[in-house]
């Protein structure tokens, strides 16, 4: 991200800084090595610069990749793959070069001979267009199996997707149901409709907890909206969604901060806020003991 | 074709032996990898292009550059939480330059396919929060010259230059910021960067 500017000789660090920038900009970030001297010290310090920048994006809010990104993702790796073995196995059908029909020249004074019979050639020629036939045959086969293999690496997938939302409902129904699990009502706040409503329900151990909210409305281009945990020290972000019109939304996690006393839903920038901003859509503060 | 076998101790290996793993062409540790650093890479691409299917492009495309050049990947030169989020910056970034280029076409069709994200089913690990806690803090105590020449650089993929075009700052005040911000962010975060190596 430099633009190949000189630094003091002496300053061999900050000359390491912008190499570490400078590689940013490469097609291979951890290939280009710049004019940088190959000293171990510099060696050392361009690593943990290079890692500061890699740091940099844990401070944004993580978001949740949509399920069928991984299916599709492992759908192109299957793809490729059988591609590779398509190409093999296209290879392998070409047929060989035909044989070389050229006769050897009679040695002269010989008697004439009678014309050789021409049925090995046609048996050789049956057998060539069958050998063909069989070996399309066969590469169409490998082409249906590996579409199948694709196929069943998909529901597999899908299924593997499935266990694993009767397995998270299976923990929230576990939580909902446990003793000294508390409830609190999450009520629409200043800027969010009055049909928005939610419930947060926190295991006795305040770790474990599992949200439900109804009735938002679609979130405005460029926004989503943002949980947040407040605390005596602050407020801590806890996931960001963005749900079609009246989808009932939810979120549970194994880990809640510290002295949580409030919840609150707002809406702020997709690009992550780093405390609460935009309208307050819902809020909620009182833990009940439910059972 | 990819190993498909699936393996109960996947989630206790750490993150070079997971690309160590992939590069054995096991598919079964790429998505191990994808599980831990999928949301983050998401949300690098969505604060980079903002959030909708160009992101999630650019997760996919990252991910299979993991899988072809797994093989390559050296821990000496960074850990595989930075190689992941500089491959996955330097996609976006692209594409970033492309939609520049062509204008604000790109932009309005990503904006009608944009797709909607739900919440992360289990969040983010423990220490992930804390590492986010932390280099959000630490980002937030820079002062606002100095994060903004920063941000700019890594998340705006603008040279210097363009950068001190752009906000019209003398090109070696930008220069200073940034030296500044990064000695600054390398000292705050030693701890963090040294559970990285």
Redesign the interface.
């Known amino acids: ?3 190949g ?1 000189s630094h003091p000789p002496g300053d061999r ?2 000359g390491v ?2 190499l ?2 400078e590689r ?2 490469a ?1 291979d ?2 290939a280009s090595r710049g004019a940088l001297p190959a000293g171990e010290e510099e060696e050392t310090l361009l ?20 399920p069928a ?2 299916g ?3 759908a ?3 793809g490729d ?2 591609q590779e ?1 398509s190409g093999l196995a296209r290879r392998a059908a070409l047929p060989s070069p035909p044989p070389s029909r050229t006769a050897a020249p009679a040695p002269p004074g010989s008697f004439p001979v009678p014309a050789p019979s021409r049925w090995p050639l046609r048996l050789a020629a049956a057998l060539a267009v069958a050998l063909l036939g069989a070996s399309g045959w066969l590469f169409l086969e490998n082409q249906e199996q ?1 579409a199948d ?1 694709v196929r069943l ?1 998909l529901e ?1 997938r899908r299924l593997a997707g499935a266990l694993e939302e009767v397995g ?1 409902a299976r923990a929230n129904v576990a939580l909902l149901t446990s003793p000294g699990v508390e409830f609190c009502p999450l009520r629409p706040g200043a800027g969010g409709p009055l049909a928005a409503s939610g419930m947060l329900f926190v295991a006795a151990d305040h770790q474990h907890w599992y949200l439900a909210v109804h009735g938002l409305q679609a979130c405005p ?2 926004r ?1 909206y943002q ?1 947040w945990f407040h605390t005596a020290e602050g407020t ?1 972000a ?7 019109p009246g989808e009932r ?7 809640m901060p510290t002295g949580t006393r409030a919840v609150s839903v707002t809406l702020e920038p ?3 806020a ?1 405390a609460p901003s935009g309208p307050q859509i819902l809020y909620g503060e009182a833990l009940t003991r439910l059972l | ?2 190993r ?1 076998e699936v393996t109960g101790s996947l989630r206790t290996l750490d993150d070079a032996a997971l690309v160590r793993r992939a590069a054995d062409r096991h ?1 079964d540790a ?2 191990e990898l ?1 599980d831990r650093f ?7 691409a ?2 980079i292009l ?2 909708g299917a160009e ?2 492009d650019v ?2 495309e990252a ?2 550059q993991v ?1 072809n050049q797994a093989r390559g990947y ?1 821990p000496g ?3 595989v ?3 992941l ?3 996955a ?2 996609r976006a970034i692209d594409r970033l330059r492309s939609r520049r280029s062509s204008e604000r076409l790109a932009v309005a069709v990503a ?1 009608q396919t ?11 690990t ?1 220490s ?2 804390e ?3 932390r ?2 803090h630490e ?2 105590a820079l002062p606002a010259e100095q994060r903004q020449v ?1 941000e700019l ?2 998340y705006g ?5 363009e950068i001190a075009a752009q906000t019209g700052i003398p090109l070696g005040t930008v ?1 200073t910021r ?2 500044l911000a ?2 600054k ?2 000292k705050a ?2 701890d ?2 040294r559970e ?2």
């Open positions: 991200m430099t633009d500017a660090e900050d800084v912008e570490a920038l940013l900009g097609a970030p951890l690593r943990l610069y290079t890692e500061t920048l890699g740091a940099l994006p844990y401070a944004l809010a993580p978001l949740a990749p949509p990104l991984k599709r993702l492992f192109v790796l299957a793959e059988t073995v590996r293999l690496d597999a998270a281009q460029g989503h949980l801590v806890a996931g960001a969604f963005d749900p079609r939304v939810e979120l549970h996690s194994p880990t997709a690009t992550g780093t | 074709m990819p498909l598919a790429l998505a994808y999928a949301p983050l890479l998401l949300g690098l969505a604060r903002g959030p992101a999630e997760v996919q991910f299979l899988w050296d030169r960074a850990s939480s930075t190689w989020v500089l491959i910056r330097s904006a944009a797709a909607r994200h739900t919440s992360p089913r289990g969040l983010e423990v992930f929060r590492r986010r806690e280099v959000r980002l937030e920063l650089a890594f993929g603008l040279t210097q230059t220069k940034t030296l990064m000695r962010l390398r975060l030693r963090d960067v990285l190596l």
